[in-house]
């Protein structure tokens, strides 16, 4: 038999939102590499962070969950969970811990690196496992660790302590990462990219919604891929334009019936 030609892929339509979302994600990435030789801080930030914190005081973050997302779908992930596991971590936690705390070890994954925090920024509002999984991660770097705290509640309507413990554990945020870095907080700046990442968050949901359709007009791989724009630049105005015009491509594609 012949060798089986590969069909060449067709170059990518750099004005397809499928493609400026995938230049936005790579670019938070190479951001805050060139940001770290230059000597700036750069943080390593929980997905569940409010974002819009470091964006408004202009710090670089990096997110483990989306490396170690990264280096799984690359091929590392079982690589990564075995130096780990060889460390002592049971096989039991969340994979993407253990491929982060395997990165801190071996500081290197040709997959997807990123450069080493200067500060941690986590929230426990997802689970137990992340909680723990910050605090080593700043151990194992000796930097310091910003913790906000969310209280568990179980109701449609949100007491009103609920939301001063909330809002104090911002401000307290606020204040050391200003300490720490020495830049100041802006209330426009910050009203700014909370109104970017509401359009990105409007926008998102509905690119979810076309899920719905059988067949549907992209892929759960495409969701999961465009998710790392959602959680490094949902605060920033090209993610929420780049969200916008996918919505409208999916709409005209359901349209036409295709």
């Keep these: 038999m012949g060798e089986e030609v590969k069909k060449s892929r067709p170059a990518p339509d750099p004005n397809s939102a499928k493609f400026k979302l995938g230049q936005i994600a790579a670019k938070a990435y190479s951001d805050a590499i060139e940001a770290k030789a230059r000597g700036e801080m750069v943080g390593w930030c929980a997905s569940n962070f409010p974002v819009e914190i470091p964006e408004t005081l202009g710090l670089y973050v990096c997110y483990p969950e989306n490396q170690a997302a990264a280096i799984a779908a690359r091929g590392g992930g079982e690589r990564m969970c075995n130096i780990s596991e060889g460390e002592g971590y049971s096989n039991d936690i969340c994979a993407y811990a253990r491929t982060s705390l395997a990165y801190m070890k071996v500081k290197d994954a040709p997959e997807q690196n990123m450069p080493l ?69 802006d209330e426009k700046k910050f009203e700014h990219a909370c109104e970017n990442a509401n359009r990105t968050a409007k926008a998102w949901l509905k690119v979810c919604d076309y899920l719905q359709y059988k067949p549907a007009p992209y892929s759960g791989f495409d969701l999961f891929n465009h998710m790392a724009d959602v959680v490094t630049a949902r605060a920033r105005v090209e993610a929420a334009a780049a969200f916008e015009q996918l919505a409208k491509d999916l709409d005209e594609t359901i349209a036409k019936g295709e």
């Excluded at 999984?133 to 930097?143: K, P, Q, S, T």
């Excluded at 179980?154 to 609920?162: G, I, K, R, S, Y």
């Excluded at 001063?164 to 204040?175: E, T, W």
Aim: proline share 4%; hydrophobic share 40%; with cysteine.
């Design 117 to 185: 925090p200067d500060f941690v920024l986590c929230c426990n509002n997802i689970c137990n496992c992340m909680t723990k999984w910050y605090e080593n991660i700043a151990r194992m770097c000796n930097v310091p660790l910003i913790m906000i705290d969310i209280p568990y509640n179980n109701t449609v309507e949100v007491a009103d302590q609920n939301v001063r413990y909330v809002r104090g554990q911002f401000d307290k945020a606020i204040k050391q990462l200003e300490e720490l870095t020495g830049k100041k907080f």
